[in-house]
């Protein structure tokens, strides 16, 4: 059996493309070549930006060229599920956003008489071959319900085409050759200052000046776009530091994202009131550290806020990073709360060492056999805690 994607064996109209062999200046750099990469150069050329796309092996070669290439606004996630996660408008906005990315594709097949075996069909929404009838049922109204008060054109159909199942059929979706639909594009990209590269691999970025570095090659540039499908990793597979952003909003709808991940990953709230970033706050579960940034004046103007952060954090770090802990007297660590005043699991610090001691209770001993420390009258003289006093005293 072959395992080659359909739409690379038969992408006859994909030409092969040059590498990069000079430095250039342009006004926008984008790095990846599949359909986000391609869609994004081809419009910023026809708006007259000059532009270089940057394809690390083929143009095509990833998702986009392995892609089952449905055309389609109904999200993976349900409807009805984004509603109630997002809210009626933004859930309306998302699928309206795909209706009109298909329209602007038929557009261009249109206007660039593209072959690309572009065609539209309805879609299905149907339940899994193996649900439940009736909590499916329920299920594809919900979405069913959704879409048409959205204004989609949706209906309910008994049996859907092959999976013989209940679901909903969506008017207006449609399919296409990926490959055949970007090379007419990609076709029109390069000249008056604009190029397009295959296997060039973008291998660093410097942001000042903003400079793409392609092997022993550097494209300097005002913008770029990173059209990677997953974030930049270089050259390994490992992953790499990564910056996400969401609103307070979202954020509190969406208890998943404040589960605490271990990895070069950290997620920036922003766009909040006062009111939510102490409803965020008081919403945490226990965590080692809390940064907080600002000026003595917040700090006081805040106070509820640092209350808040006292019962929920081990650290209260102020205008810093928390850093490594340092290992000295002061440092009690074991384990979620690392300002503890009880050592005996510290596994940081002086005191870690205490959790290897072994205590021993000895009772009714003669003198004689007990080591000199717990001897009654103190041959070492050292101090000791004897009925809830520290003394040097016999005893
Ligand atoms: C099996 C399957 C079925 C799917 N079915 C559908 C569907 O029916 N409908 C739908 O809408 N979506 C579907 N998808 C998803 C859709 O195919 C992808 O979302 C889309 O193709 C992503 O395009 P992209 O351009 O963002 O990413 P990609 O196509 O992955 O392109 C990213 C490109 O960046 C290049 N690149 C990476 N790093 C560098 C670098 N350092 N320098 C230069 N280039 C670099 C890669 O080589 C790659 O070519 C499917 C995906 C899969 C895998």
Redesign the pocket.
Known sequence: MTTESYWQATATSLPPFPSLTQDLTVDVVI???????ITAAYYLKKEGVKVAL????R??????????????YVTDERLHEVVQKFGKEAAQSFWEAGAAAIDMIYQNVRDLAMDCEFKWVPGFLHASLASDDKTARESLQKDLEAAVQMGFDATFVEEVPYAKQPGVRFAHQAKFH?LKYLAPLLERIAGGGSYVFEN????EIEGNPLTVHAGQFKIRCDYLVI???TP?TGKSSLASATLFQTTADVFLRTPELSDEIFGPTTLLVTSGTREQLIEIASSMEGQLTAAIFGTAVDLRDFADLVSILETKVGRLVFNAFPTGVEVGHAMVHGGMYPATSDSRSTSVGTRAIHRFSRLVCYQGFPQDSLPDELKDDNPKGIWRMVDGEFTKNTC
């Open positions: 790095i990846g070549g599949g359909l986000t990469g940057l394809e690390r092996n143009f095509g070669c990833c998702d986009t060229g392995h892609t089952t290439a449905h055309l389609t990926p060039t691999e973008a291998s059209a990677t499908h930049l």
